[in-house]
């Protein structure tokens, strides 16, 4: 069974930095290279709301008022993982953050039901 695991969490001062992983099993052999994944967060009290998008190809997406140009996705298909880089973090994104696959394309990058496969979360908390 496909499985998604996310680390690299972790409590860190305003203006600090995280790499996020999350790290892929139970796919078939050379799969993980054809998914296309994003990254979400979900804060106390708030929607869940999409971060960052990768490609097959590695293109990328950003939900705009969200990273603002402070985080970078990447992926490594060798190693059946996708990373988010967290740079310049602010109190506000404090957060349990989530890497997700898609397995639908019924609309954008950022529809919560196009994603089939989910992992647990890694907490983010950033301390003013």
């Known amino acids: 069974q496909e499985q998604l695991v996310e680390s690299g969490g972790g409590s860190v001062q305003s203006g600090g930095s995280l790499r996020l992983s999350c790290a892929a099993s139970?796919?078939?052999?050379?799969?993980?290279?054809?998914?296309?994944m994003s990254w979400f967060r979900q804060a106390p009290g708030k929607e869940r709301e999409w971060v960052a998008w990768?490609?097959?190809?590695?293109?990328?997406?950003y939900g705009t008022d969200v990273s603002k140009g402070r985080f970078t996705i990447s992926r490594d298909n060798a190693k059946n993982t996708v990373y988010l880089q967290l740079n310049k973090l602010k109190p506000e994104d404090t957060a349990l953050y989530y890497c997700?696959?898609?397995?639908?394309?019924?609309?954008?990058?950022?529809?919560?039901?196009?994603?089939?496969?989910w992992g647990q979360g890694t907490q983010v908390t950033v301390a003013s």
């Open positions: 997700a696959r898609r397995t639908k394309y019924s609309g954008a990058y950022y529809t919560i039901a196009d994603y089939a496969y």
């Open positions: 139970g796919a078939p052999p050379g799969a993980f290279s054809s998914y296309d």
């Open positions: 990768i490609s097959q190809r590695s293109g990328t997406a």
